[in-house]
């Protein structure tokens, strides 16, 4: 859920019995496991509760939805019923952790195996499963609030019937004469041309099991394949404040295969364009549209509606007069940080919307405006002076000139290093 590992886990250094995390006995059925959950879900949820509270109900949260994950799932729930937190705990060198053994690394980068601690023949440690990823866009917005989302998948599982084994209740596999028992076989792949390679890989005939049962004897429910596919209610929590490429992790919810321990659903986040808003980091910025009286004569009106729907009003006094290109800094109104209350800033871009051509109508009007404005700048002087016929016009372009010159400089050929190209200095409102 939303980045938790069980390896980092909030409960701290004394384990916390999942069972009485969920308020259910150890011999308690799935149901009672599944409505537990949700009770407990409810309850817990970071939506669900006031703003102060949010904090401590996110880690609360996380502790009962990993509680949820381990004792839904059979093979998890033996698993920690044996074992405790510690047979998910890779800092312990629980089943699929960075810390195993040579026989681990081995089986997993090459698929022989060699056995457990005892060596060829010895128990073997389960291989963890592959991790399946993917991408999943989110809109700014749904950044901002924070997002649960449910949705259904359909994975593959441990036949419920056989339990895996593939075969009939007291039916005896047979030896799998193609791998020998082992659940391995050599192969030769081509990997280029002329070019073969030989490689170590699970058995067809078996699927790896080393054994296999006979027509008659298969579980009727797999056939024999020791899995199956369900769908399965699934549920990811977007923390408030995220960021474009985090991921979300539901742990051992991959695909499930014999002798393996699942593999995580990974989840990165996509951040989708938004129409207003521009985001860096904890920042966001905007536009600013004024008119040409507003930036000149001040205002005070509802200038943009934030991600959450609120109205964001400002007050210009007369007397501070914006310019195109100013910027105005808004502490504090920017993506909520993940921890706390506290958010980052608002930049609004100014840009000042001159009237069209011809909006004063009259002379009285050109006049009224002339005394109002500055006075214009004295005169050059010239020892000669030449009246000069122009082109006037916003359609003229400003790329053409230079164009066919030969000039390097023409198209932005050469940069300026002269240019300051840091940012505008903004205004704190």
Not at 18 to 31: G, H, R, T, W
Not at 184 to 190: F, G, H, K, L, S
Not at 213 to 219: G, S, T, Y
Not at 317 to 332: A, V
């Amino acid at each position: 859920m939303a980045g938790f590992q069980p390896n980092a886990s909030p409960m701290g250094d004394e384990e916390i019995d999942l069972y009485e995390l969920l308020s259910i006995e150890k011999d308690a059925s799935q149901d009672q496991v599944k409505k537990a959950y949700r009770k407990a879900a409810l309850k817990y949820h970071p939506d669900k509760v006031p703003e102060e509270q949010r904090q401590e109900s996110e880690v609360k949260f996380k502790e009962i939805t990993q509680a949820y994950e381990i004792l839904s799932d059979d093979q998890k729930r033996h698993l920690y019923d044996a074992h405790g937190m510690a047979a998910f705990d890779s800092s312990r060198g629980g089943p699929g952790g960075p810390e195993v053994d040579l026989n681990d690394i081995l089986s997993q980068m090459f698929g022989f195996n060699t056995g457990g601690p005892g060596g060829p023949g010895g128990p073997r440690r389960p291989r963890r499963g592959l991790d399946e990823e993917q991408e999943y866009k989110v809109t700014l917005e749904e950044l901002y609030k924070g997002k649960t989302v449910k949705f259904a998948a359909n994975k593959q599982v441990l036949c419920g019937q056989c339990k895996g084994s593939g075969g009939k209740e007291k039916a005896k596999p047979t030896s799998c004469e193609r791998c020998k028992g082992n659940g391995m076989v050599e192969a030769i792949r081509q990997i280029g041309p002329g070019m073969m390679r030989r490689e170590t890989v699970l058995c067809d005939h078996c699927q790896g099991s080393g054994n296999f049962f006979k027509e008659k004897d298969r579980c009727k429910k797999c056939k024999g394949k020791r899995t199956v596919q369900e769908k399965k209610a699934l549920e990811i929590y977007i923390p408030r404040g995220s960021m474009q490429g985090e991921r979300i992790v539901l742990e051992g919810e991959a695909d499930q295969y014999p002798a393996q321990i699942p593999g995580d659903i990974v989840f990165t986040l996509t951040e989708e364009p938004h129409d207003i808003f521009s985001r860096l980091g904890n920042d966001l910025s905007a536009e600013l549209k004024v008119t040409l009286a507003e930036s000149l004569t001040g205002f005070s009106r509802v200038v943009l509606k934030h991600l959450d729907g609120r109205g964001i009003s400002i007050e210009r006094l007369r007397g501070n007069i914006l310019r195109p290109g100013d910027c105005i800094k808004i502490e504090g109104e920017g993506m909520p940080m993940k921890r706390g209350e506290t958010k980052g800033d608002l930049y609004l871009l100014v840009n000042v919307e001159f009237p069209e051509d011809g909006w004063l109508k009259d002379d009285a009007a050109y006049e009224a405006l002339n005394k109002m404005l500055p006075s214009p700048a004295a005169p050059i002087e010239a020892d000669e002076v030449d009246e000069v016929e122009y082109e006037d016009g916003a359609d003229i372009e400003k790329a053409s000139m230079g164009e066919n010159s030969g000039d390097p400089r023409f198209a932005n050929e050469w940069e300026d290093e002269d240019v300051d190209d840091g940012q505008a200095q903004c205004q704190t409102q």
